[in-house]
């Protein structure tokens, strides 16, 4: 396919990058501590650790995986845990010690853990308290040997520090009983590394970074293998796509999406880190209330989400009180972002919600919408630099322009392959090294690319392909919607109808009321032909509405 995007490229941003300053992620935060040192890089809990800190720090958590436990180069680190200091200074201390990070969703069960430590090979985890009695129940099961245990508040110092996780464990009562022997403290991991010199390791672009989890949604989950290259580039590509509108060293990204989640892994903890900007950590973005609170202590510049969060900002009565004068850039990913979200987004704070898409597979950046937009577009953007973008059909062929097909992505960010799973990898990765993405899009004459839905979502009505995310986005635009999640469903006549699940915004909502808008906006066969209230709907672990999980519920029995 002709790189018509090219064309389209905002000002300032290269069509190709250049990564040979650095042969490593260990390289990049290296770099920003000459430049940041005594610049807060990571807030949390109002407590600050700076570049300079965290270079401390992280060495003392390398030393401690070198020198006391004597992981071999490349041996597999897991973390588990959500939004807190604690997270980046282990991160960065195994990938600066040569080692792998597998990171672990916190909300797994017992099972899914044992699946991911096993899969991944992984000595050594280091794992929030509260989240103890899952590991408890596997760990004898993985190769795991060693156990790095942490109360929320353990880098938050005195007395902050012992008051929250007294208040956790003691008043919230968050930390269930457990009993792992052997297990070790962070602080002391930390004082015990601080013993050791870091010793110099080889790492190379060609070795693996993270093993980043990613399926469990849709069946066992796979390590995508992600390298030193590929997060590189990628944190590159996001760094010269943004860096015609925000200043090095100046700015306030807040980082609610957990960091284990490639989203924030790369756009916030390193993208921002090369730009030496302050972190600020949110632990709990569940809390609504809490967390309009934490963004009312900032001057804040850049935020980053997912639809369901920025929606839920929107509705809280605080949040429109809140200064935005700072605020350079919002920018949504994971799941569609909704124009009735988008438009509200900028009625309130007066900026753009610009979107853009990626999968954990690209590390995760694929096609940025540009910076300067004024209004919600409804596209995903343009490719990246690097990147080349096609739309193919079913047997890999590029479909004509403005049709639509396959996305699929070919770029320095595309992940290795998935660990140990080649038939999975052959699935997804064609011989000309473009990914299959799962996504049908177009492109328009311009080069911006609009998603249609999810392959595996699409809903067939009598032959006519209907796509949820355009039957959410119009009953999302009803003033009574607050969420929707659109599903097909068996039917004799017209083998699969629509049906939407709608969260209230309005208690007097009535499915009369629903279909009479939906008449208005959509054409006959893609009109709900079921509509079922919901007090909410299933989520991922960074609020991405889970239509599989609507899909699979046994069916209802008559009364």
């Not at 590991?135 to 156990?147: A, D, G, H, R």
């Not at 392959?417 to 999975?424: L, P, Q």
Request: charged share 25%; aromatic share 8%.
């Amino acid at each position: 396919m002709e790189k018509i995007w090219l064309k389209s490229y905002p000002p300032g941003v290269p069509a190709e990058i250049d990564i040979s300053e650095f042969n490593s992620v260990g390289d990049v935060l290296a770099r920003s501590v000459r430049l940041y040192g005594p610049q807060p890089a990571y807030i949390c809990m109002d407590k600050s650790i700076t570049y300079d800190e965290l270079d401390r720090l992280s060495t003392q958590f390398a030393g401690f995986l070198q020198g006391e436990l004597g992981l071999p180069q490349g041996a597999r680190v897991a973390i588990m845990m959500p939004n807190v200091l604690q997270y980046p200074i282990a991160a960065f201390g195994a990938l600066r010690a040569g080692y792998t990070v597998v990171n672990v969703n916190p909300l797994y069960t017992p099972r899914e853990l044992e699946h991911q430590l096993r899969d991944s090979g992984a000595e050594a985890i280091v794992i929030v308290e509260n989240f103890c009695t899952t590991l408890q129940e596997v760990v004898k099961n993985t190769p795991v040997k060693t156990v790095v245990t942490t109360g929320l508040g353990d880098m938050l110092g005195f007395p902050k520090g012992m008051i929250v996780n007294f208040v956790v464990k003691h008043v919230k009562k968050m930390v269930p009983a457990w009993d792992i022997p052997g297990n070790i403290n962070f602080r002391d991991a930390l004082t015990r590394g601080a013993r050791h010199a870091l010793k110099p390791v080889k790492v190379t672009l060609d070795d693996l970074a993270f093993l980043q989890y990613t399926g469990g949604t849709t069946g066992v989950a796979k390590g995508a293998m992600l390298t030193h290259r590929n997060i590189v580039s990628n944190l590159t590509q996001a760094y010269e796509w943004i860096r015609p509108f925000v200043r090095d060293g100046n700015e306030v990204i807040v980082t609610a999406l957990p960091l284990y989640h490639i989203f924030a892994l790369t756009a916030n903890c390193l993208t921002f880190m090369r730009l030496g900007a302050a972190n600020v950590l949110i632990t709990n973005p569940r809390d609504i209330p809490g967390f309009v609170k934490e963004l009312s202590k900032h001057k804040f510049s850049v935020l980053t989400g997912v639809n369901t969060l920025f929606n839920a900002l929107l509705n809280d009565p605080n949040f429109g009180k809140l200064d935005f004068s700072a605020m350079r850039v919002t920018l949504g990913g994971g799941m569609a972002v909704q124009k009735a979200v988008a438009d509200r987004w900028k009625e309130i704070t007066g900026k753009p919600l610009i979107e853009a898409y990626g999968l954990t597979e690209t590390s995760p950046a694929a096609t940025i919408n540009p910076l300067d937009l004024k209004e919600y577009n409804g596209a995903i953007g343009l490719p990246v630099s690097s990147t080349e973008v096609a739309i193919r059909d079913d047997d890999g062929n590029d479909v004509p322009l403005g049709q639509s097909g396959e996305l699929c992505v070919r770029g320095p960010q595309v992940m290795k392959g998935y660990y140990n799973r080649e038939d999975e990898t052959a699935k997804v990765m064609m011989p000309d090294g473009f990914l299959r993405t799962g996504d049908v899009a177009v492109m328009d004459e311009k080069g911006f690319v609009r998603i249609v839905d999810r392959k595996k979502d699409m809903i067939l009505v009598s032959g006519f392909n209907v796509y949820p995310n355009e039957v959410e986005a119009v009953v999302a635009m009803h003033p009574g919607v607050l969420e929707v999640a659109a599903i097909g469903v068996p039917d004799d006549k017209s083998g699969e109808a629509v049906k939407v699940f709608i969260v209230r915004k309005d208690a007097a909502l009535t499915e009369e009321a629903v279909l009479a808008h939906c008449r208005e906006n959509l054409t006959g066969y893609k009109m709900p032909r079921f509509v079922e209230f919901r007090q909410e709907l299933p989520k991922t672990n960074v609020g991405k509405i889970l239509r599989r999980a609507l899909r699979d519920e046994p069916p209802k029995k008559a009364a």
